[in-house]
């Protein structure tokens, strides 16, 4: 703990000097170099903000802003949450006439966050970015004013083991009789250890099921499958979350293996529950799907901030930069920084590299809802400029941006640092994606059902309808287990 503490001072007596060094009849205060532990971890925050936050030319001045007026006492990690949704509410979307970061939850940033845990980028999950699970492996939803369905089921997981598949009427849990209406009583009998669950499977027949928590490796791949289209043979695919690369690789090599002797000339990719992960895992399905005539095209660029961009971050000294393996590198003559790092347009431009022997996709079509978030809407978005696409559902959850974590004391903060744009520099979509398609979120179907709504809309507007034929749409509400949400950029490069 002393250690950390000094880490702080030491961050704040850096501050100090480098604002020292300024015209002082034209800059404000600097901040002060003592403090508690509370009110220095405070400053940081707003000190990082100053120059590393995506829309930093919106803070006041640390006089004016007064970080410090949020040590009020009792949880500290509260204290710090309270600052940083101040902090993200001060520049407007001039489009929207809101805050970039408005999430209509008071309290909670859309974007950024601080947690004690380093997650690596992203709201953590019951299953990992490295398709590790800890929970029962199940989550569930309300079909409109029906009943509760089985929505997801994570395969290997305890639910799985059990023969539960999406899609399943849950009748009873631990013997309590469930109901649209459930939604609180079902959070918490899910949360637990163990469960019992009496389910009604498709041909009508009950059985009841006990799911004992356990520890699990998993797949974000939770089907693949080859449809008919009229035609047309579609590859289908359903992903959860865009895993660590070398976890997940391996399964989407498989199942793109699988559309390739096929010959399959269209795909649906379902990322209705798809909050997002890792970049070079987007980038890699992207390049799955993308023909061999885009490489070396524009797939999107970064944007940093102009301080970022110009090396005039120096609070970033205090980052020590680890590679990929996760080692300290020296650079230099030291060990390198998060200053260090090359922010620069060109330096933070991805293009498309063709991987796999899939060259035969025509278009894509991708099922979305308001869940569908970060990575999942860069892979869309990026797509966009060089293939037909449709989306089918409802409009996903609006997050163009990224960021990397900044250790401060024993917590992480996540600041917005970049924002995401395709080809075509589009990347304003921070109240989500539109859907050419409206359709529901049909919990009443397994994936890659083609009867499932959803994909129905989809294969039909594949087929040449162009309506798709979605039907009525119907309310969603999901109960269980929290996803990832977040995008991670881990390939930041020194200079």
Known sequence: ???????????????????????????????????????????????????????????????????????????????YQRELYTLTQLKTNPITGEAYEY?????????????EESLDGGRQGTVDLNDKGDDLGIGLSANGNTDVRVRIVHPSSAAANAGLTRGMKVLAINGTRVTPNSGAFIESALAQSTASLTVEKANGSTSTVTLTKKNYTTSAVLKSAILNAGAQKVGYIAYSRFSNFNVTKAALDQAFSQFTAAGVTAMVVDLRYNGGGYTQTAEYLANHI????????????EYFNDLLQNGKAPILKQQLYRNSAGELVMWNGHWATYADLDYSVAGNTFKFEDVGTLNTVKQVVFLVSNSTASAS?????????????????QTTYGKPVGFFGLRIDKYTVYLSNFSMKNADGFGDFFHGLEVDIPASDDVTHDFGDPSETSLAAALNYIQGHPSGRSGEIRPVQHMGPPSFNGMIETRLKLR
């Open 1 to 79: 703990m002393k250690k950390s503490t000094s880490l702080i001072l030491s961050l704040s007596m850096s501050m100090l000097w480098f604002a020292c060094k300024k015209d002082a009849q034209t800059d404000p205060p600097p901040t002060p170099a003592e403090g508690t532990r509370e009110q220095l971890t405070l400053d940081s925050i707003y000190l990082y903000a100053q120059q590393v936050y995506l829309w930093y030319d919106a803070l006041p001045a640390y006089d004016v802003f007064n970080p410090r007026q949020y040590a009020t006492g009792g949880n500290v990690l509260q204290n």
């Open 290 to 301: 993308a023909p061999a005539s885009l490489n070396g095209k524009v797939m999107y660029v």
């Open 103 to 115: 999430s209509g939850i008071p309290g909670h940033p859309k974007y950024s966050f601080v947690t």
């Open 377 to 393: 809407e860069l892979v869309i978005n990026s797509l966009k400029p060089h293939l037909p696409v449709k989306l089918v559902g």
